[in-house]
């Protein structure tokens, strides 16, 4: 059975960086287009950025710029390298393997950005 668990989360200020990563089993990760999303307080889950089996990225317009998704194929591991972090980037974020048929969502890490 897939499973998806997150690391990295924390408390920083504005203006720092932090590292989320993905780790995976039962998958090879890099065959699946992965995906990061977050869920900030009071609001729905957001995709933020993904990266395809040949790696090809797509990011969300609000974090363009400032995060970045990679895929580590040796260590079967996806991370998302977050710069200039704002408070409104304080959410909840998830890895998913995005498919239609099944989907699977990793539990979550928090990243709390402070002014």
């Known amino acids: 059975q897939v499973q998806l668990v997150e690391s990295g989360g924390g408390l920083v200020q504005a203006g720092e960086s932090l590292r989320l990563s993905c780790a995976a089993s039962?998958?090879?990760?890099?065959?699946?287009?992965m995906g990061w999303y977050r869920q900030a307080p009071g609001k729905q889950r957001e995709l933020v950025a993904t990266?395809?089996?040949?790696?090809?990225?797509k990011y969300a317009d609000s974090v363009k710029g400032r995060f970045t998704i990679s895929r580590d194929i040796a260590k079967n591991t996806v991370s998302l390298q977050m710069n200039s972090l704002k408070p409104e980037d304080t959410a909840v974020y998830y890895c998913?393997?995005?498919?239609?048929?099944?989907?699977?969502w990793g539990q979550g890490t928090l990243v709390t950005v402070s002014s």
């Open positions: 998913k393997r995005e498919s239609w048929y099944d989907p699977a």
């Open positions: 039962g998958i090879r990760m890099s065959m699946y287009v």
């Open positions: 990266i395809s089996s040949v790696g090809s990225t």
